[in-house]
C-alpha cells in the first residue's frame, strides 16, 4: 500500500513499529502533492520546509517512545484557520499577504499532539460557499472527475483527502461546509455540536453557526482526529466545559436496537434517483445490523435556507467589517480614509462576499432589523425545537447530506438561489447547533459519490461514531480510491 | 420584492463597498430574489416565540482581571499596509 | 418669551481594572503604542472575545450605588460602524438589556432641597483606541492609530433629560463622580478623560410639556465646561429661535478655548448601527445571590457617611458635607476620631491645616504625611495643656515636613506650655517694670493696653506660656 493511502491508524502503526518515518511519510505525501496538485487544486500553500521540519522532530519523539495516536502523521487544514507565521488567506484577496502572529486553539491541539503540518488548503472565499468556485485562488476540482465541484466551502480539505493529499484535514461547516465536499469527494466529515470545538483562531464567518471538524478517510480516524480538537477553550466564550468522550473506545459498539429516525420532508420527491437508491440501500443495511427505524418529522425544514442566509448573512456583513486595510490585509491606492476603506474592500473581496455582506447589511439596517433579523431568530427557535421533539423518539436520523451528487464547475454560478438551496440537508443542523456526520454510501450514475447524513443529540457524536463505524464495516464504498 | 439600486447603494454604503453599476444592478436583482424567497419566513406565526441567538444554552463565560503579555509592537505592526514609528498610519479624513 | 431648558447627560466612566474588558492587555496609561495589544483588541482574524469578570462587578457595583435595577440576564451586542480606532469595525456595547436600568440619584438644587434624577440605564462598553494627527515625523497627511486604548471597560451612564439648568447638570455630575470614585472603580480623572460627559441639551417654551429638539454635545472634559458648554448650547438655540430658526437635531462639538460649541458633522449621512446581539458572547446572567453578595460588600456611601457623622458624632451638616467629599478624606476623618480625637476638633483640623497644607504641595489625602493617629495625638496635647493652640500650629508644620510625632518635637523643641504662675510672674514684674507708662495707662482706664502686655509675656516666654495663666496673673498685677 502507498503510504499516501494510509489511514492515521495504519500509518500510525508503521511510524509505531518503525518500519516507516514521519520523515519518510511527509516526503511521500509532498510527493504526491506535486503530481497530482496540477489537476486538483487542493491546496492555496504548501509548506514542504516546516512540514519536513516537523516531521523530524515527530521521528525523535517517536524515538523516544512518545508516539501519540497523531505523532508524525500528515495532516493539511483549511485555509480559514490561522497558523502563526503561515501565510493565511481564507480564500480571499484581501488576506493574500497575511502572515498571522499567532495559531488557531485546534490547529494548536493537533500540534501538541506532534501532527505535521503539510499546508492550507483551498476553500470558498471567507467559507461562503458551496463548490468552491468563489475562491480567490482558483477551484477545487472533484478528484473522481475534474469536471466537477468538489463541494465547498471546505472543498480543499475534501479534495486532499480523496486525492490523497493529505492523511486527515480539518475544515469548518457553517450551513454543510464540511458534510457537503465529504459527500462529494467520497469522505467522512463531522460537523460537531455548537461550542464542542473551540472556534479561536478560526475566520469567522458565522459565529453562531461555525464550527470545526475533521475530514478522514474512515470513521476511526474521524473519531481520533474528533478527540484531539475537542474540548473547552478558555479563550472561546461559546466554547463548552463538558467532557471529552474516548469516541475510539466506543466504536465497536454496534447499532442493535439502535432507534433511528428518517425526517419524511428529506425524503422529498425532488430527491436524485441515485441519491434514493443509495438511502434505500444504507437503511437496508442498518436494518440487518439490528436497528429500527421512526418515521419522524422537521416540519420547519422548507424555512430552514431562508432562515440561514439571513443570520449567516447578517453576522457575516459585521464579522468582515475589520478587513479594512488599516491593520492588516489588502491595503487599496486612494485619497482619503473613506476611499481607502470602500476600494480597498472592494478589491479585496470577491463576488460572492460582497453579496453575502449586502444581504447581511440590508437585513441589518434600519427599519428592516425585526422583518428580518428577529424572525429569523424566532423561526431558528422552531426549527430547533423540531430537533428536540424528534430526539425525544430516536437516537440518530438517517438523511441524505444533498439532494444530487456533485454537480459541474460553473452550473450554479450565476444562480445563488439555487446555489444556496442545495445546502437544504445540511444547513438545519447547523440551526439547531447539534452534530451530524457524512459518510461514504454509494455511487452515481457518473461515478460521483454520494454521502450518507447521521445527524446526532446535541454532544451525542460518540453515537453517530459509532453508528456511521457500524456501516462502514458492514460497507465497501469507503475502501474505493479515486483515480487520480 | 423590490430592491432598487438606492437601497443597494445605501447598503453599500454602510458596508463601505464601492460597486460598479453592473454590480449594483446584478445585486438589486438577486438579493430582490433572495428577499422573495425569504418572505416565506412570514407564512410562520412566531408571536411570543423566543429568538435564538445560540442553538446551545450558555451563559456566563468569564476570565478574571489578571494582566496576561501582550503580543509586542512589532508583532502588532506586523501585517500593518503601512506604519509610521509604533502607530498604525491611515490616510486623513476628507470631509 | 422665556424658555426651560432640557438637559440629559450621558457619562462615560473608564473602569480601573488591571486588564481590558475583553482580553488580558493591561489598561496602564501612558505606554508606547500599541504595546498593549494582543489579536482580541487588533480585531485579528479568528480572535474572540472573553468578558472580563471584573468588568460585570464593578458595574453591579455602580448600579447598585446609583439605585439601579440589577437586569436578571443581560447581552452584549455590536455596534457597527467603521473607524480606524475602532478595529473590529463594531463597538461590543449593550443595546436591549443593559446591566442596570431604573436607577435615580437625588441631587442637592439651590434652596437646599433635593431633586431626584432618573438615570435610565448603565451598561458596560469596550473604548476605542486614539487617533493621532499631525504628529507623525514626516507625513502632514494623515493620521496614526494606537489602540492600546481600544477594549478598555466603559460604564455608560445615561440619565432621563430630567436635569432644567447647568447648575443642576454640575450638581448631578459631580454627585455621580464622586460615588464611582468612592466606589473606587473609577479613578475620576477628566482630563485624562477617566470620566467624561455628553450634554444632551434642548429648550422648550415654560409651560410646555413637549421637549424641543435636541444637541448632543461631546467633549466636555472638566464639571467647569460643562456648565459653560450647557450654558452656551442653551443661549444658542434660544437666539437661533429667536430668530425664526430651528434647531437641528445634531451632534455638536465643545472648545474649550472659545467656550462654543460646533456642529461635528453635516454631509455624513444618518448613522444606522445595525445592533445585533454578539454572537461571539454568550448571556450575562446574574442571580439575586450575586446582586445581595454585591450589595454587601458595598462601602458605606457618601450620603449614609454624612448621615452617621451627624446623629452619631454630631458634627454639622457642613461639615458632614466637607468630610466626606472623598472616601480617603472620610476614612481620614473616623481613623482621626477612632484614634481618640474630638470630633469636631479634628474636622476643624482637616477643613483648615491639614487641607490648606494639602492645597499648598499639591497632595492628595491619601498620601499625606501627617497620619490620623499623630493628628490625634497633636490635639492631645492641646487638651491636656501640654502646648497651646497656637504652638500646635509650629508643630504641625513640623509633623508635616519631617513626620516626626508631636510629642517628640514638643520636647526636642522645648516648647512645652509653661503653666507655673511663678516663672509666668516674674516675666510679668520684669515686663510691667519696663513698661511703667503703660501701666499707668491701663490703671488710668485705658485697658487696651492689656492685649500689648499679654503679647509681651508670650514674646518674652517663647510663645509658650499658658495663655489662660498669663492673663489671670496680667488682670491681677494691673489692677494692682
Known amino acids: 500500500m502507498n503510504i499516501f493511502d494510509m489511514t492515521i491508524h495504519a500509518l500510525h502503526a508503521a511510524l509505531k513499529g518503525k518500519r516507516v518515518s514521519s520523515v519518510e511519510a511527509t516526503t511521500a505525501m509532498l510527493e504526491r502533492i506535486s503530481s497530482v496538485e496540477p489537476q486538483v487544486g487542493s491546496f492555496i500553500t504548501v509548506t514542504p520546509e516546516q512540514a519536513l521540519a516537523a516531521a523530524a522532530a515527530a521521528d525523535q519523539r517517536i524515538a523516544r517512545g512518545d508516539c501519540d495516536l497523531l505523532t508524525g502523521i500528515p495532516l493539511a487544514i483549511k485555509d480559514i484557520f490561522l497558523t502563526e507565521g503561515v501565510r493565511t488567506t481564507c480564500g480571499s484577496r484581501i488576506l493574500d499577504n497575511f502572515i498571522p502572529p499567532y495559531s488557531a486553539t485546534s490547529w494548536e491541539m493537533l500540534r501538541g499532539c506532534g501532527a505535521v503540518l503539510l499546508g492550507k488548503l483551498n476553500q470558498d472565499e471567507f467559507a461562503m460557499g458551496s463548490s468552491n468556485e468563489s475562491s480567490a485562488y482558483g477551484t477545487t476540482r472533484n478528484p473522481w472527475n475534474t469536471d466537477y465541484i468538489p463541494g465547498g466551502s471546505s472543498g480543499g480539505s475534501a479534495a486532499a483527502v480523496a486525492a490523497s493529499e493529505a492523511v486527515a484535514t480539518l475544515g469548518t461547516d457553517t450551513g454543510g461546509s464540511i458534510r457537503q465536499p465529504a459527500s462529494h469527494c467520497g469522505c467522512v466529515g463531522l460537523k460537531p455540536t455548537y461550542g464542542r470545538v473551540s472556534r479561536y483562531g478560526v475566520i469567522a464567518y458565522a459565529s453562531s453557526l461555525d464550527q470545526v471538524g475533521p475530514l478522514t478517510r474512515d470513521v476511526a480516524d474521524c473519531a481520533t482526529m474528533l478527540g484531539a480538537i475537542a474540548g473547552h477553550d478558555h479563550k472561546d466564550s461559546t466554547s463548552v466545559d463538558t467532557p471529552v468522550p474516548d469516541y475510539s473506545s466506543s466504536l465497536t459498539h454496534g447499532v442493535k436496537g439502535l432507534k433511528i429516525g428518517l425526517p419524511k420532508e428529506y425524503f422529498i420527491s425532488g430527491l436524485d434517483a441515485d441519491v434514493q437508491v443509495a438511502m434505500d440501500a444504507a437503511i437496508e443495511t442498518y436494518r440487518r445490523l439490528g436497528a429500527e427505524f421512526v418515521d419522524v418529522s422537521l416540519p420547519h425544514t422548507d424555512y430552514a435556507v431562508a432562515t440561514y442566509y439571513l443570520i449567516a448573512t447578517a453576522e457575516a456583513s459585521s464579522n468582515l467589517a475589520r478587513y479594512d486595510g488599516v491593520r492588516f490585509g489588502h491595503r487599496a491606492e486612494a485619497e482619503g480614509l473613506l476611499e481607502m476603506y470602500t476600494k480597498s474592500r472592494s478589491e479585496g473581496f470577491g463576488v460572492e462576499v460582497k453579496r453575502r455582506i449586502m444581504l447581511g447589511t440590508y437585513a441589518l439596517s434600519s427599519g428592516y432589523y425585526d422583518a428580518y433579523y428577529v424572525k429569523a431568530q424566532k423561526v431558528r427557535t422552531l426549527i430547533m425545537n423540531d430537533f428536540t421533539t424528534a430526539f425525544a423518539d430516536v437516537d440518530v436520523m438517517l438523511t441524505p447530506v444533498a439532494p444530487t451528487a456533485a454537480f459541474k464547475i460553473g452550473e450554479k454560478v450565476n444562480d445563488p438561489l439555487q446555489m444556496y438551496l442545495s445546502d437544504i440537508f445540511t444547513i438545519p443542523v447547523n440551526l439547531a447547533g447539534t452534530c451530524a456526520m457524512s459518510l461514504p454510501a454509494g455511487f452515481s450514475a457518473a461515478g460521483l459519490p454520494i454521502g450518507l447524513q447521521l445527524i446526532g443529540k446535541p454532544f451525542g457524536e460518540e453515537t453517530i461514531l459509532q453508528a456511521g463505524y457500524a456501516f462502514e464495516q458492514a460497507t465497501e464504498w469507503h475502501t474505493r480510491k479515486a483515480t487520480i | 420584492m423590490k430592491i432598487s439600486v438606492a437601497d443597494v447603494e445605501h447598503a453599500a454604503s454602510l458596508a463601505r463597498l464601492e460597486l460598479t453599476s453592473e454590480e449594483k444592478e446584478l445585486f438589486a436583482g438577486q438579493i430582490g430574489a433572495i428577499l422573495d424567497y425569504v418572505e416565506k419566513l412570514k407564512e410562520l406565526d412566531t408571536e411570543g416565540i423566543v429568538p435564538t441567538s445560540h442553538a446551545v444554552p450558555m451563559e456566563n463565560a468569564f476570565r478574571e482581571d489578571i494582566v496576561q503579555p501582550s503580543i509586542g509592537v512589532a508583532r502588532s505592526l506586523a501585517n500593518a499596509p503601512e506604519r509610521e514609528g509604533s502607530f498604525f498610519a491611515v490616510p486623513k479624513v476628507i470631509e | ?480
Open chain 3, 1 to 480: 418669551m422665556k424658555y426651560q431648558p432640557v438637559i440629559g447627560l450621558e457619562v462615560h466612566v473608564q473602569l480601573l481594572t488591571d486588564t481590558k474588558i475583553f482580553c488580558g492587555c493591561s489598561t496602564k496609561f501612558g505606554s508606547e503604542p500599541n504595546s498593549q495589544t494582543c489579536p482580541v483588541c487588533l480585531g485579528l482574524p479568528g480572535a474572540l472575545p472573553v468578558l472580563n469578570k471584573k468588568v460585570v462587578e464593578f458595574a453591579i457595583k455602580a448600579g447598585l450605588s446609583t439605585n439601579c435595577s440589577i437586569t436578571p440576564r443581560s447581552i452584549f451586542a455590536r455596534k457597527n460602524y467603521f473607524y480606524p480606532d475602532l478595529p473590529k469595525g463594531y463597538q461590543i456595547s449593550q443595546f436591549e438589556d443593559p446591566i442596570c436600568q431604573w436607577g435615580w440619584l437625588d441631587i442637592k438644587v439651590d434652596d437646599g432641597e433635593t431633586k431626584r434624577i432618573r438615570i435610565t440605564r448603565i451598561h458596560m462598553e469596550e473604548d476605542a483606541g486614539k487617533l493621532v494627527h499631525g504628529e507623525l515625523s514626516g507625513r502632514d497627511d494623515g493620521s496614526g492609530v494606537d489602540l492600546n486604548r481600544a477594549c478598555t471597560p466603559l460604564l455608560e451612564v445615561v440619565s432621563e433629560p430630567d436635569l432644567r439648568s447647568s447648575d443642576e447638570a454640575v450638581s448631578y455630575l459631580k454627585q455621580l463622580h464622586q460615588i464611582v470614585t468612592w466606589l473606587g472603580i473609577c479613578d475620576g480623572n477628566m482630563e485624562e478623560g477617566s470620566f467624561r460627559c455628553d450634554a444632551n441639551v434642548s429648550v422648550m417654551p415654560v409651560g410646555s410639556s413637549t421637549f424641543g429638539t435636541r444637541a448632543e454635545i461631546k467633549n466636555v472634559n472638566s464639571f467647569k465646561f460643562v456648565k459653560q458648554a450647557i450654558e452656551y448650547e442653551i443661549q444658542r438655540q434660544i437666539d437661533l429661535i429667536e430668530d425664526g430658526g430651528t434647531v437641528v437635531q445634531e451632534t455638536r462639538l465643545f472648545d474649550p478655548n472659545s467656550g462654543t460649541t460646533r456642529s461635528m458633522r453635516s454631509k455624513e449621512e444618518a448613522h444606522d448601527y445595525r445592533y445585533f446581539p454578539d454572537p461571539d458572547l454568550v448571556p450575562l446572567v446574574i442571580s439575586d445571590q450575586w446582586v445581595e453578595r454585591s450589595r454587601r460588600e458595598l462601602p458605606e456611601l457618601p450620603e449614609q457617611r454624612q448621615q452617621r457623622f451627624m446623629n452619631e458624632l454630631g458634627l454639622p451638616l457642613y461639615d458632614a458635607e466637607v468630610l466626606t467629599a472623598s472616601r480617603a478624606l472620610a476614612d481620614y476623618f473616623e481613623a482621626g476620631v477612632a484614634a481618640g480625637g474630638n470630633a469636631k476638633t479634628v474636622g476643624n483640623w482637616i477643613m483648615g491645616e491639614i487641607t490648606r497644607a494639602l492645597n499648598d504641595t499639591g497632595t492628595p489625602i491619601e498620601s499625606c504625611p501627617v497620619s490620623p493617629g499623630q493628628l490625634a495625638e497633636l490635639l492631645q496635647l492641646i487638651d491636656n495643656s501640654t502646648i497651646s493652640g497656637k504652638i500646635a500650629k509650629t508643630v504641625f508644620d513640623e509633623m508635616w515636613k519631617s513626620g516626626k510625632a508631636p510629642q517628640t518635637i514638643v520636647e526636642d523643641q522645648g516648647l512645652v506650655q509653661v503653666s507655673d504662675s511663678g516663672a509666668i510672674e516674674s516675666i510679668i514684674n520684669g515686663i510691667m517694670a519696663a513698661n511703667a507708662g503703660q501701666v499707668e495707662d491701663y490703671r488710668g482706664g485705658k485697658e487696651k493696653v492689656f492685649g500689648f502686655f499679654v503679647g509681651q509675656v508670650m514674646k518674652a516666654s517663647k510663645g509658650k506660656a499658658n495663655p489662660a495663666v498669663v492673663n489671670e496673673l496680667l488682670l491681677n498685677k494691673l489692677k494692682g
